[in-house]
């Protein structure tokens, strides 16, 4: 079994169709959607962890190209710039998956992307703007 | 003092100078105190050093630009489109470090231009005038930067609070403040002090620190100018002499152009506005026993209270009491629940400023200065009533 984060990005036209529904029923993968969002006249953004067989994963990342959906492997719902964060820690107390935490040795922020579930009230309660939702990278998402 | 003390300002920088002073950080004394006892400690060590790096709203920056051909008088001033105030004489403005951007956004303000100023970027200085028959200038649009301006010093009027309340929000809905985002029902609580590296927890009474004592300002050496702004050493302490809240406070000030970003730092507060991260070290002499006791504090015997900051009023409701040994464990146990604990000041930055601090002072670089003046150390601050007839 193989276990992903996934960013799939739909054009308009594939609002109408069950992907998901697909995704679960013939590929066999064990869903669970993070974020969704969708903006008028604009590509709807999925972010979901996903749970399957290595020949299941791959044939559903086929299968979402056929589709012409947009379909990346993620490390982490966010990416934290290293350079700017102070490690102050503000983003440990609003971040409820455990994947922000200070070390209580040498007090450095350590973040953990397989824990992350892409909730983003780190982006806004980071003093020094140091974390990027992977969701508002402005269409660059940052692949695995 | 001196009847008693062990050494004096004077001695302690002879042996600085001759690279004997035996200098260790803050955590470091506590290890030493508990090991061989304060009589000991207070022989063997001479400097003690702390730090801390926290949001420190009341802090800016005083610039002269220089003057143009022809010459301005300039009236309003704006940096990169923020305002500076520069009501006093024709080049000279004041950038505080909390003022927004006129663009609306609450994501970039003075503290953003002191940041990019530190790390030698360009800035764009517009200003305008009415023109005077000295001054016929009426507006100027250009670039600075600190290599071409003359004077650009930090003035923070309010800065290295000693103590300060922790934060957390008893109301139903996330609120957005200056002690960071609180989540409903007491989901989080937020503290922003450096706790037993901090320099005023280290120095109670203010024996040793007044107008005049040199100390680790931005990554450079800088001053303190005298006491802050609300500065309010009247506050109840316990018996090891600490106050329970913000108490006293100190203006510092020192020179931008020597500093490093590492150690201030633009900070957005989301929902309240721009901060500023200013790093400040403070060197404590050891003159006798009662400075060794006082440097050596433990995170366990310094207490603050936590306070509901759901309650827009300036006596917030007080929760609890708690110790920053409990804070900074990651959780604490608030109306019968455990509830994660966060910093808003970066200990990892406050350790490195006690140990460049030491490491200053050990390779004879930086020497002690004895207080020109003492601060206050009776004072409580007013409250602004509000009175008719305005």
Request: aromatic content about 8%.
């Amino acid at each position: 079994m193989q276990e992903i984060k996934a960013f799939l990005r739909f054009p308009q036209e594939h609002f109408s169709k069950p992907i998901t529904y697909r995704l679960v029923k013939e590929y066999n993968l064990m869903i669970n959607i993070l974020r969704a969002e969708v903006a008028a006249n604009k590509a709807g953004e999925l972010i979901m962890d996903i749970e399957g067989s290595e020949q299941d994963i791959a044939e559903a990342i086929d299968f979402t190209a056929h589709e012409g959906i947009e379909f990346r492997i993620l490390k982490s719902g966010i990416t934290l710039d290293e350079e700017r964060c102070v490690h102050c820690g503000a983003c440990t107390s609003v971040c409820p998956s455990g994947a922000l935490t200070l070390r209580r040795d040498d007090w450095s922020l350590v973040f953990a992307p397989e824990k992350c579930f892409a909730c983003e009230l780190c982006v806004k309660s980071c003093p020094v703007r140091a974390i990027v939702a992977v969701m508002h990278l402005n269409g660059t998402v940052l692949a695995g | 003092m001196s009847i008693l003390s062990l050494k004096s300002f004077a001695e302690i920088n002879e042996k600085i100078k001759q690279r004997r002073a035996v200098v260790v950080t803050a955590e470091e004394i506590a290890e030493i105190v508990a090991e061989k006892g304060t009589a000991q400690a207070a022989k063997e060590v001479d400097v003690v050093t702390t730090g801390t790096f926290g949001p420190m709203c009341s802090s800016g920056v005083w610039l002269n630009f220089g003057h143009s051909e022809p010459p301005i008088r300039m009236t309003k001033v704006w940096l990169n489109d923020v305002p500076a105030y520069a009501g006093v004489a024709a080049v000279d403005a004041y950038l505080g470090a909390t003022e927004l951007t006129e663009s609306g956004s609450l994501e970039y303000g003075g503290a953003h231009v002191i940041e990019e100023l530190i790390a030698g970027k360009q800035v764009k200085l517009r200003a305008i005038s009415y023109g005077t028959d000295c001054y016929p200038r009426t507006e100027i649009a250009t670039y600075i930067s600190k290599e071409i301006i003359n004077e650009a010093y930090l003035f923070n009027p309010r800065n290295a609070y000693q103590n300060y309340g922790a934060a957390a929000n008893r109301s139903d809905r996330t609120i957005h403040t200056y002690m960071g985002t609180l989540l409903p029902n007491c989901g989080n609580v937020n503290y922003s002090t450096s706790g037993a590296l901090s320099p005023l927890i280290n120095d109670p009474y203010l024996r040793t620190i007044g107008i005049g004592t040199r100390i680790f300002l931005g990554g450079t050496q800088g001053y303190v100018a005298w006491h802050g702004t609300q500065h309010n050493p009247s506050r109840p302490r316990g018996e090891n002499g600490l106050p329970f809240q913000n108490a006293a406070s100190l203006a510092l000030i020192g020179d931008l152009k020597q500093m490093s970003t590492q150690f201030i730092r633009a900070a957005v507060m989301e929902g309240y506005g721009v901060s500023m991260f200013v790093g400040v070290g403070i060197p404590i002499p050891i003159l006798d026993e009662e400075m060794v006791r006082y440097a050596a504090v433990c995170n366990r015997d310094i207490y603050t209270n936590i306070y509901d900051y759901s309650v827009p009023s300036r006596s917030r409701p007080v929760l609890a009491k708690v110790s920053y040994e409990t804070l900074q464990s990651g959780t604490v146990v608030l109306e019968g629940r455990k509830v994660p604990t966060a910093p808003l000041s970066s200990m990892k930055t406050a350790r490195a400023i006690a140990s460049t601090l030491k490491q200053w002072i050990a390779d004879g670089q930086f020497l002690l200065s004895e207080p020109v003046a003492p601060l206050p150390t009776t004072a409580s601050p007013q409250n602004l009533e509000i009175v008719g007839g305005a």
